[in-house]
């Protein structure tokens, strides 16, 4: 088994961390500056940025504020939002980024998913994919529901649904040159009721290339879970680790309890 990973996440409004349910609700969470740096001494082993309404509001990722992050780790960095153009990238890497996160302009332009690979290797690209559960259509001839059917990908920070449905989208943004998929199930985000198990498991045996799970972490337990019996590579949480519920420390070593191999 190789190495899992955990990674906090900071969804950026205004300038700050902010969390909600099912994108809804936002409240406050903290400065992300602090937050970097508390996650880079806990142990975390990469950390994700989200300019969450750069999108919508049509604007670039507030530079200034990655800078500021990039320098409080020493570990991967991922950031996210209001990307359009290999320029854009170009931007965030000179600003302390490892690797990129596109979503909108992805499914707008799958083509970029290919300009950015070419460019600067797949290993910089990560494709987002925002996923809701809707009821799938019956199935024909008696035949059963295909794995992670009924999930389709939304974009413009979960407003829009482009009625795509998730595995093939993940699987096609793999096969464009994606390194990694940031998948999130907006049915569990902000719940606390545990990870998409089927959906996660689905994507995560669809594609050749590294997923990670995010959406409803909430226990110890719900990260076992998706790791043992969704094959995720990575989980993704925010408010568990932003407001103290559970330590990234305790949870590698219970993790490590579990069989599973982190890094401590």
Same mark, same amino acid.
């Given at each position: ?12 409004? #205004? ?23 508390? %996650? ?35 570990? $991967? ?5 209001? !990307?359009? @153009? ?16 596109? #979503? ?24 987002? &994919?925002? *996923?809701? %559960? ?12 295909? $794995? ?5 990908? %939304?974009?413009?920070?979960? @407003?829009? #649904? @482009?009625?795509? *449905? ?21 049915? #569990? ?8 198990? *089927? ?6 045996? &669809? ?19 998706? +790791? ?8 993704? *949480?925010?408010?568990?680790?932003? +407001? ?15 069989? !599973?191999?982190?890094?401590?």
């Amino acid at each position: 088994m190789l190495t899992k990973r955990l990674i906090p996440c900071l969804d950026i409004k #205004n300038g700050r961390t902010v969390k909600g349910v099912r994108f809804e609700g936002l409240r406050d969470a903290g400065d992300p500056v602090a937050l970097a740096a508390r %996650y880079a001494e806990e142990g975390a082993d990469e950390l994700v940025f989200l300019d969450i309404t750069a999108t919508n509001e049509k604007r670039a990722t507030l530079l200034p504020l990655v800078r500021e992050v990039a320098r409080q780790v020493n570990i $991967p960095f991922t950031v996210g939002g209001g !990307i359009n @153009t290999v320029a854009d990238v170009e931007l965030l890497l000179l600003n302390g980024a490892d690797k990129v996160s596109i #979503n909108s302009a992805a499914l707008a332009r799958p083509e970029v998913i290919d300009e950015l690979a070419r460019r600067f290797g797949s290993q910089c690209v990560v494709v987002a &994919a925002d *996923a809701r %559960y809707h009821e799938p259509p019956p199935p024909e001839g008696g035949v059963g529901e295909e $794995p992670g059917a009924g999930w389709q990908i %939304y974009t413009r920070a979960g @407003t829009h #649904n @482009t009625g795509r *449905a998730a595995v093939a989208w993940c699987r096609e943004a793999a096969g464009r040159g994606a390194g990694e998929i940031l998948l999130t199930s907006m049915s #569990n985000d902000g719940t606390k009721g545990g990870f998409a198990l *089927a959906l996660t498991g689905a994507v995560s045996r &669809a594609v050749p290339v590294p997923v990670v799970a995010s959406g409803g972490a909430g226990t110890r337990q719900d990260f076992t879970d998706v +790791f043992l019996q969704a094959d995720a590579d990575a989980a993704l *949480a925010a408010s568990i680790f932003h +407001f103290g519920e559970i330590g990234i420390r305790e949870l590698k070593e219970h993790l490590r309890q579990d069989g !599973i191999l982190v890094r401590l």
